[in-house]
C-alpha cells in the first residue's frame, strides 16, 4: 500500500491535470488518461500500468511467506517509482 500511494502521490504532484489519479486499478488509468488526455501509449502511463501489475501481484502474495519472488517484485516496484519520478520530470 505505501508503494501504491507513493506512486499516487508523485503522478498528481508532479503533475497537474484536470483529475488526479485515484488508484492504480486498469480502470481508474483508462479514467485518468481519457479524462487529462494524457498519451495512452506515453512511456509514463507504462510505467504506471507496469507497476500496477506488480503491486498486485503483491498484494495477492501478501499472507504468504515472503518468497524471491516477492523480494525481487519489490525491487522492482522500486525501481518503476524511480523511473516514474524521472519521467515526470
Known amino acids: ?7 499516487l502521490e508523485l503522478v498528481n504532484r508532479k503533475r497537474r491535470h484536470r483529475e488526479e489519479l485515484f488508484g492504480l486499478s486498469g480502470k481508474a488509468i483508462e479514467r485518468w488518461v481519457s479524462v487529462n488526455a494524457v ?3 506515453s512511456n509514463l ?7 500496477s501489475g506488480k ?6 502474495k501478501s499472507q504468504e ?10 525491487q522492482e516496484i522500486a525501481k518503476l517509482t524511480t523511473a516514474i519520478e524521472a519521467e515526470l520530470g
Open 55 to 60: 503491486l498486485f501481484f503483491l498484494a495477492n
Open 45 to 51: 502511463v507504462e510505467l504506471i500500468k507496469t507497476a
Open 1 to 7: 500500500m505505501a508503494a501504491q500511494r507513493q506512486i
Open 65 to 74: 511467506q515472503i518468497s524471491e519472488d516477492y523480494r525481487t517484485t519489490s
Open 39 to 41: 498519451d495512452a501509449n
